[in-house]
């Protein structure tokens, strides 16, 4: 069994700034694909941003203001927000997939308020 554990939510201000890490306790070199996806209540999860092979891939939403990196030595992803605005609140997940079995993260909960 895999386990993801992210870290890096809170709360900020409108215009700030987050880095939410999610840890792995498997090695990230094999995944077929790794990304963050959120859940604002009321809504369906979505996808924020991915990792597959060497290529990311981000919503719309966030593009120019989010960005995911991986570190295989430290089997983390890392998702660095910026510009963060008040519809980006909501609970983030991150997700591996590896051949045959995908894993998912408990969550860490975003809020931008004043």
């Known amino acids: ?3 993801l554990v992210e870290s890096g939510g809170g709360l900020v201000q409108p215009g700030g700034s987050l880095r939410l890490s999610c840890a792995s306790s498997r090695s990230i070199s ?9 859940q604002a209540p ?21 593009k120019d ?22 519809e980006d609140t909501a609970v983030y997940y991150c997700k591996l ?3 045959g079995d995908a894993y998912w993260g408990q969550g860490t909960q975003v809020t931008v308020s004043s």
Do not use: C, P
Not at 30 to 38: D, E, F, T, V
Not at 42 to 62: C, F, H, M, W
């Open 30 to 38: 094999s995944a077929l694909a790794m990304g963050w996806y959120r």
């Open 1 to 3: 069994q895999v386990q």
């Open 42 to 62: 009321g809504k369906q999860r979505e996808l924020v941003a991915a990792i597959t092979g060497s290529s990311t891939n981000y919503a719309d939403s966030v």
């Open 65 to 86: 203001r989010f960005t995911i990196s991986r570190d295989n030595a430290k089997n983390t992803v890392t998702l660095q927000m910026n510009s963060l605005k008040a």
């Open 97 to 99: 997939a590896f051949w």
